[in-house]
């Protein structure tokens, strides 16, 4: 069985430029996160799915992030426009009706 | 807010010795879970400790859980080389779906 697929597995772009992260969960799972990892750190959650409907953003810093699971199986994590403080690995998980997370491979962007 | 307190965050230990990490969470949950994240890879699941008293063991880690304490310990047996690691315990709490994660603790075995 395949894992959490995540694309790009790196990305490297200048401050104020747009960044796109794609994430393609285990099929049959309902719910996918995106977490942020920042160095020395542990994940933090950004956003919460339950099939297509995003059911917690709190921690979502929505003047520049926005993410979006449109048929309830894949999902883009978008940040626009990227800032230095945003370099980090986006960790892409999902899980089966609130069950056991698995985690993507990450993605690891660096703002310059 | 959710307090997740991992201690030590930094351990070196010999090869062979043994060692205990410990987890502590500040509200009610009855779902810990322990993660292995490897330099520039994503979290291996270890562990997943769904009631008080819950013991699991794989290999030379062992992991268990106090709900009533609200504390869990990862417990090295004779460790060896390849566990050289960082180590994540996350608690879900009993209202919530996210996990909530500690700060990791470094493990480096020496020989």
């Known amino acids: 069985e395949a894992g959490v697929v995540q694309s790009p597995r790196y990305k490297i772009i200048e401050k104020k430029q747009p960044v796109a992260f794609w994430c393609n969960p285990i099929?049959?799972?309902?719910?996918l996160y995106w977490y942020l990892q920042n160095l020395g750190q542990g994940p933090e959650l950004l956003i919460r799915?339950?099939?297509?409907?995003?059911?917690?953003d709190s921690q979502l810093p929505k003047d520049r992030f926005s993410a979006e699971r449109l048929k309830g199986v894949d999902s883009t994590l978008k940040i626009q426009p990227a800032e230095l403080g945003d370099s980090a690995v986006y960790l892409c998980?999902?899980?089966?009706?609130?069950?056991?997370?698995?985690f993507g491979p990450g993605t690891r962007l660096t703002v310059l | 807010e959710l307090k997740v307190e991992q201690n030590p965050l930094f351990l070196s230990m010999q090869e062979g010795k043994n060692y205990t990490i410990y987890c502590n969470y500040s509200?009610?949950?009855?779902?810990l879970y322990w993660y292995r994240q490897d330099p520039g890879k994503s979290l291996e699941s270890l562990f997943v400790?769904?009631?008080?008293?819950a013991v699991k063991q794989e290999g030379r880690l062992m992991a268990s859980l106090d709900t009533k304490a609200r504390l869990s310990t990862l417990h090295i047996t004779a460790a060896v080389h390849d566990l050289s690691a960082t180590y994540f315990c996350?608690?879900?709490?009993?209202?919530?779906?996210?996990?909530?994660f500690g700060k990791g603790t470094s493990l480096l075995v020496t020989p």
């Open positions: 998980a999902s899980s089966n009706r609130g069950q056991e997370q698995f």
């Open positions: 099929s049959g799972h309902n719910t």
């Open positions: 799915y339950e099939n297509e409907e995003a059911v917690d």
């Open positions: 509200t009610t949950s009855d779902r």
């Open positions: 400790l769904l009631s008080n008293g």
């Open positions: 996350a608690v879900i709490p009993a209202s919530g779906y996210a996990l909530n």
